[in-house]
């Protein structure tokens, strides 16, 4: 059983605004219901990230809309590919698909649509990811992990997607 401060700061992280957690506090208040299921999806997201086959990084993916997970990804090759993501030098393939991009993938392959979706992601997406997100209609952000290169967090922020991080996602954290 844990308690939380369930306000939350903005605070400017890097240049990049994004609407952090309070850290639970011993009189704080419960922590809301959306932020359970924020949690819940981004274990959901650290599962899915050890399905990949890159040693490098392994990310994982999910796209929830109207309280439905709609696609999962994570990053690896493409269909009928080898699934070893480096080559001999232990660089990662240029045709490597990012988790996120795999994840809006699925959906353009089904008869869901991202639209108004929140992307659960274990690491925050390049700048090529979020030109997808972007495009592809998702509102809401929540991640766990912040990728050094924050183009694609201030590409999203522009755009006004709602961008929340959480480092930590254990109920008892
Ligand atoms: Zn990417």
């Known amino acids: 059983m844990c308690f939380f401060n369930t306000a939350k700061i903005k605070g400017r992280r890097d240049g990049v605004i994004i609407s952090t957690l309070i850290l639970p506090t011993q009189n704080g208040t419960k922590m809301t219901k959306q932020e359970r299921y924020d949690r819940a999806y981004l274990r959901m997201a650290v599962e899915w990230a050890k399905l990949s086959h890159c040693n490098r990084k392994q990310v994982g993916a999910l796209i929830v809309k109207d309280r439905m997970i709609i696609s999962d990804g994570y990053n690896g090759t493409p ?95």
């Not at 480096?86 to 988790?99: F, I, M, N, P, R």
């Not at 929540?142 to 959480?166: H, T």
């Open 79 to 173: 269909t009928g590919f080898e699934n070893a993501c480096e080559d001999d030098d232990g660089l990662t393939k240029w045709y490597v698909l990012h988790a996120e991009a795999n994840a809006i993938l699925k959906v353009a392959g089904s008869t869901h649509s991202c639209s108004g979706a929140t992307l659960y992601l274990t690491h925050s997406p390049c700048r090529d990811c979020a030109k997808l997100i972007h495009q592809a209609g998702i509102k809401r952000l929540v991640f766990i992990q912040q990728y050094k290169d924050d183009s694609g967090l201030l590409f999203l922020e522009k755009a006004g997607v709602d961008i929340i991080q959480m480092t930590s996602v254990t109920n008892s954290a």
